[in-house]
């Protein structure tokens, strides 16, 4: 009775053992699949989601450059409703006034799939060439039907939009305003790189003003810093009596190096932009470049949300810069007239 007692313990407790062992592992087996479940179920969920849509940025300029612009045109995205990198990535590709480079860029852009492309000064062209699908939202300082960009300002038609800023329109005005400032400079001169898609049609535009009060117009051209040294010595070989820097992303990232040589030959010298006359320029006087980049950024954010380039008008400047450096003006011994001052959207003490 008692062995059997004993014998019938040990079966009991090896079966206890049994049974624990088998529960430990049924348990173990329903812990790894919630487990495996949870980790599962936000893959699938993340993988349900939307891509984030990729805005591609092809600009001539340099990131230093346009920060400000940069700066204005997240802006317009995030009113649309679009945060870079948030609900919206943007991939940046600067050429840093080396033309030659945009081509490729732009490639690589298309490749990518982005869902909009913007495309800055002569990156405009290199998109259009690039792709007949992909949105283009572009900031050119030429005429965009003139030079094929669009069929007509307020019909776009195909895949292109944007803003022009008429820089070479412009041109004219800042001839009237270097001859109002040294009416008895007999010879102007203008600095152009020919690599720039508008350089042809801003010549013709000088000339023109030029030929209309009497002055002859020299034609300097420049797409290299030695090229720009060279242009100088020739300037002064000329005894020219003013200069006209046109506007050329090429020159906008040199522009530290444009003012120094105009002070070290006391050249009294126009450009086309606020940030020339902030640098110690004389005057810079032209489109308001910031606030183009918002309105291509408003244009961008509109395109996310469903709008076809075709429908969107080319949007024409409102805002000018008209700044003049009054420091650099008297170091030159110019005398700005009241009325000048008076038009003028900024002075430099």
């Known amino acids: ?96 006034g080396q033309y030659d480079r945009l081509r490729g860029m732009a490639e690589q852009l298309v490749g990518r799939q982005v869902s909009v492309i913007f495309a800055g000064g002569p990156a405009a062209h290199v998109a259009k060439v690039a792709t007949r699908s992909i949105p283009i939202v572009f900031v050119s300082g030429e005429d965009p039907v003139k030079f094929g960009l669009v069929a007509s300002f307020n019909k776009p038609g195909g895949n292109v939009t944007g803003v022009t800023t008429f820089n070479a329109v412009l041109g004219s005005k800042r001839f009237e305003l270097l001859h109002e400032l040294v009416p008895n400079a007999a010879m102007v001169a203008l600095l152009v790189n020919p690599q720039y898609p508008s350089a042809e049609s801003e010549i013709r535009e000088m ?7 009497g002055r002859n117009l ?34 906008v990232s040199r522009r530290e190096k444009l003012v120094a040589l105009a002070a070290r030959h006391m050249l ?49 400047p409102t805002k000018f810069d008209f700044v003049i450096n009054l420091k650099t003006a008297r170091v030159l011994g110019l005398d700005i007239s009241p009325k000048l001052l008076a038009l003028a959207s900024e002075v430099i003490e």
């Open 1 to 96: 009775m008692l062995q059997c007692r004993n014998k019938c313990g040990i079966f009991e407790s090896v079966l206890g053992v049994a049974l624990g062992f088998e529960g430990q592992m049924r348990r173990r087996a329903f812990i790894r699949m919630i487990a495996g479940s949870a980790v599962a179920w936000p893959l699938t969920a993340r993988a349900q989601q939307p891509a984030m849509p990729v805005v591609g940025f092809l600009s001539s300029r340099s990131a230093t450059d346009s920060a400000l612009q940069v700066a204005a045109f997240r802006q317009a995205l995030s009113e649309a409703g679009y945060v870079e990198g948030r609900n919206v990535a943007v991939d940046y590709r600067w050429a840093e």
């Open 207 to 213: 000339r023109a003003a030029a030929h209309s009060i």
């Open 218 to 251: 020299v034609v300097l051209n420049a797409s290299t810093e030695s090229e720009i040294d060279a242009a100088f010595v020739e300037l002064a070989q000329q005894g020219v009596g003013g200069l006209i820097v046109t506007g050329d992303p090429f020159f």
């Open 268 to 316: 009294p010298t126009i450009y086309v932009q606020r940030e020339f006359a902030v640098a110690g320029g004389l005057i810079g006087y032209g489109t308001n470049i910031t606030d183009a980049y918002r309105q291509a950024g408003i244009y961008a954010g509109r395109i996310l949300k469903g709008a076809q380039p075709a429908d969107l008008p080319v949007v024409q």
